[in-house]
Nanobody, 125 residues
Framework: QVRLVESGGGLVQTGDSLRLSCTSASGRTFSWNVMGWFRQAPGKEREFVATINRRGGNIYYVDSVKGRFTISTDNAKNTVYLQMNSLKPEDAAVYYC?????????????????WGQGTQVTVYS
C-alpha cells in the first residue's frame, strides 16, 4: 500500500504564499496517472482543490482557487506541488494530497487510490 506524505503547511497572513509538497512516504517510486489536492476545513466535508495528470497536459482547479493556486509535478521524484498565492482566510484547512491510476482527472475522493495524512494551512487576517 502506497502512503503519501505532505509538507509545507503553516501559519500565514492573508495575501501570503505557501508551497505544499507531496511524495511517497517510503521514498520508493510507485505507479500513478493522476495526482490531486483536496482540503477539509473544520465542520466541512473534504473538497476537491486541484488535479493534474502525469504528463501535466491536463489540469483542473476548483473555481475558488483559479488564478491563485498552481499544481505541478516532478515525475522523476513522484512529487506533486501546490503553489498557493494570495491566500485568504477561507483557504484555511487541512490539505490532503492523493494519487491514482485512473486515466482521467478526478474530482471525487474515490477517484484516487492513495492518500496522505494532511498538512495544516492556517490563514489569519
Amino acid at each position: 500500500q502506497v502512503r503519501l506524505v505532505e509538507s509545507g503547511g503553516g501559519l500565514v497572513q492573508t495575501g501570503d504564499s505557501l508551497r505544499l509538497s507531496c511524495t511517497s512516504a517510503s521514498g520508493r517510486t510507485f505507479s500513478w496517472n493522476v495526482m490531486g489536492w483536496f482540503r477539509q476545513a473544520p465542520g466541512k466535508e473534504r473538497e476537491f482543490v486541484a488535479t493534474i495528470n502525469r504528463r501535466g497536459g491536463n489540469i483542473y482547479y476548483v473555481d475558488s482557487v483559479k488564478g491563485r493556486f498552481t499544481i505541478s509535478t516532478d515525475n522523476a521524484k513522484n512529487t506533486v506541488y501546490l503553489q498557493m498565492n494570495s491566500l485568504k482566510p477561507e483557504d484555511a484547512a487541512v490539505y490532503y494530497c492523493a494519487a491514482g491510476n485512473r486515466l482521467v482527472l478526478g474530482r471525487r475522493r474515490y477517484d484516487y487510490d492513495y492518500w496522505g495524512q494532511g498538512t495544516q494551512v492556517t490563514v489569519y487576517s
